[in-house]
């Protein structure tokens, strides 16, 4: 493709993730290329990087374009993100077959625009410079303090791949040495003892590492708070949201195949995503339950029963931004607060799962207090039989490296401070 047939495509993309309201953008993405399969793969390499660039830098991009036009905001991109001169714009914008139109005369009036006033960051509103909306900026400044442009920083970047390594089948340095001779050069990760990260992006679902189930893509941040579960063997665990099992399937190793997990979602989709991964880790130990609801009979069949309930609950996304960049300026207030509720009642309705003694473990994949530390604050002062356990006993018993990310008996990774995507994590005990 030439370099305006690759724009063009690159700006009918833009106006198809603005206006939908249901679909992320890697979803749009993916289907577009599924259905113009001529498109080949550097070419979908270059309108990916430069899609996820306006998005990246959207709040920016909108600010100096006055406006969410796609052709406006490439336009900005080109100039102000690639440094692009406006002899080369003219000629992308060059009214080709397969390239976009020429440049009417308001895109002509905005060009001149930018290059007679250069962009000044420091004239930007704060929420504009981090690239943050600007409804949550209190929040995050009560949060992060001094350290709020260096987290949101971290969360507008693109993430590693991190990879979990099967215990059930193999080893972490047997796959580190396999991924090596392929010439791939993955890290240890940080943390976590099963993980591996790759820095740049490669064809992992297409290997036979996984293809064989001895890896599964999980980010770091994930495969912690799974650890931290602490699910024994022999144990029953309950994994209440469990959607197509990525901590399910972590769990699972830890208990050597021996318990019970019940991986329980009353999404259907999701849920059946999960038998064909159990079948190829080899996992043996866990049972799938399709919920009908919160007053589904699994909840009175199994009262008081579980050794470990896992709340993973439906929440912002926040915490994993940096993978999804255009899902934080679809995200509103009353999202999330339906958000909230919901989490109020599931976290309710799994502490009655919890046998005496049993944990029950609270994760979100969100950095919002409101979701994280009130919702557990909320519940704790409601349910004097449980108690919060101080969870860097935990971590140390388990992970034993240092954790930066503990504060208050909670965990709280991010991006800027674990080098993970974005989890809380709380651990809590009935003690009746």
Known sequence: MRSSARLQTTIELVDKINISTNQSANKIISNHFRKNRYIGAKDRRQIS??????????????????SQSARLLAIAHHTIIENLSKDQILSLFDGSEYGPNSLAENELVFLDKIFKKPLKIEEMPNWCQIEMPEWIMSDLTKKWGST????????????????RVNLLKTDRLLVRDKLEKEGINPKLTQYSSVGLRIEHRVNILGSDLFKNGLVEIQDEGSQLVSLL?????NMLVIDLCAGSGGKTLAMAPIMENTGKIFACDINEKRLSRLLPRLKRAHVTNVSKVLLTGLDDSFYTEFDSSAD??????????SGVWRRNPDEKWKLSTEQLSNYVKEQSKLIQTGAKLVSQSGRLIYITCSILPIENEDQINTFLSKNKNFRLINIKNIWQNLIGKISPTIENKFLNLTPFSSHTDGFFCAIMERVD
Do not use: H, Y
């Not at 430069?50 to 374009?65: D, E, G, H, P, Y």
């Not at 709020?148 to 990879?163: H, K, S, V």
């Not at 579960?229 to 063997?233: A, L, S």
């Not at 470990?308 to 996304?317: A, E, L, Q, T, Y």
């Open 49 to 66: 990087l430069t899609l996820f660039s306006i998005i990246r830098n959207q709040a920016k991009l909108t600010w100096v374009a006055g």
């Open 148 to 163: 709020l442009f260096e987290e949101t920083l971290a969360l507008n970047t693109p993430a590693p791949m991190d990879l």
């Open 229 to 233: 579960v602490d699910p024994q063997p």
């Open 308 to 317: 470990r309930v896992v709340v993973d609950v439906p929440c912002s996304g």
